[in-house]
């Protein structure tokens, strides 16, 4: 006999700009432009095993609540964003057990009073998951892209009969930085424990002398422990984005370690959890 195991439903990129106004004309704007997914968990078995949908929070209302709440609150942080649209669905519906809300921010540099620039692909994110018993915060980034063009190397691994690769002690390291970092408790300013996260991940992999992508990863980790306090754990994936040296002897030309060749596939994935 099949029964229901488990069940959760909810809205999935949900985009929303909010522009706030500072003064009267002329003045400042600031920009926030978001994706956010909602999951409700709780007593929805009638709408699946029946087709009951009485207990049902449609997913165009869920829709409809971001905007709303994006219009009534101040978001000063995409975690207290997140915690407070959790809370409503929450205190809302006591069938309700628990709300996953997962945001990315896209970030935007501003280049004057009302203007700003779309910078890369990186996003800020977090989940947070509000039941009636705790609020659970995991927060990141995701499509951070770093590029170094020396103090990285790659020897002394295993070598096989089907081994090619060339050991080097001078080569490009490149990466997209993806990285997950679970809070003990929320910050008392997220925005701030998220640039000092950010911050330490990047002076790291700029002055670390890289004997392989591994070391560099734990030593972002542990940096990201020292700075905030907060942060019990975080998980960082780094896949090496590989710039493989031209070959110039075919033109004439000898490699001095100045033209490479710039590859997306295939390529080498490294990721690894550092807790406290």
């Known amino acids: 006999m ?3 195991a488990h069940n959760a439903y909810g809205k999935s990129d949900v985009r929303v700009t909010k522009v706030v106004r500072h003064g009267d004309g002329g003045g400042r704007h600031d920009l926030l432009e978001l994706s956010v997914n909602i999951q409700l968990e709780g007593a929805f078995e009638k709408s699946y095993l029946s087709g009951d949908n009485s207990q049902i929070v449609a997913t165009d209302t869920m829709k409809n609540t971001v ?7 101040t978001i000063e942080s995409i975690e207290g964003f997140a915690r407070d649209l959790g809370r409503h669905f929450v205190e809302r519906n006591s069938h309700v057990t628990s709300a996953v809300v997962a945001i990315e921010e896209h970030r935007w540099n501003r280049i004057g009073a009302v203007a700003f620039e779309g910078s890369s692909r990186e996003v800020r994110t ?4 509000t039941s009636r018993k705790c609020v659970e915060v995991t927060s990141g980034l995701d499509g951070l892209l770093v ?5 990285s190397g790659f020897v002394g691994f295993l070598r096989d009969e089907y081994t090619t690769l060339p050991e080097v002690t001078d080569r490009i390291f490149a990466t997209v930085v993806k990285a997950e970092w679970r809070y003990t408790q929320m910050p008392a300013d997220a925005n701030a ?3 000092k996260a ?8 700029a002055g670390h002398k890289s004997l392989a992508v591994q070391q560099t990863l734990f030593a972002m980790g542990e940096a990201v422990l020292k700075v905030v306090p907060e942060v019990e ?8 984005k590989h710039r493989i040296p031209a070959n110039l ?8 370690g100045d033209v490479f060749v710039t590859t997306e596939e295939p390529f080498g994935e490294i990721s690894g959890t550092v807790e406290r």
Not at 126 to 129: A, M, N, Y
Not at 233 to 240: F, L, Q, S
């Open 2 to 4: 099949a029964k229901l």
């Open 67 to 73: 905007y709303a709440l994006a219009k009534k609150l």
């Open 126 to 129: 977090t989940v947070v998951k």
């Open 147 to 151: 590029l170094k063009t020396t103090d």
């Open 193 to 195: 424990a998220h640039a």
């Open 198 to 205: 950010r911050g330490a991940m990047l002076e790291v992999f």
């Open 233 to 240: 754990a975080v998980t960082i994936t780094m896949p090496n």
């Open 249 to 256: 002897k075919a033109l004439g030309l000898e490699f001095e």
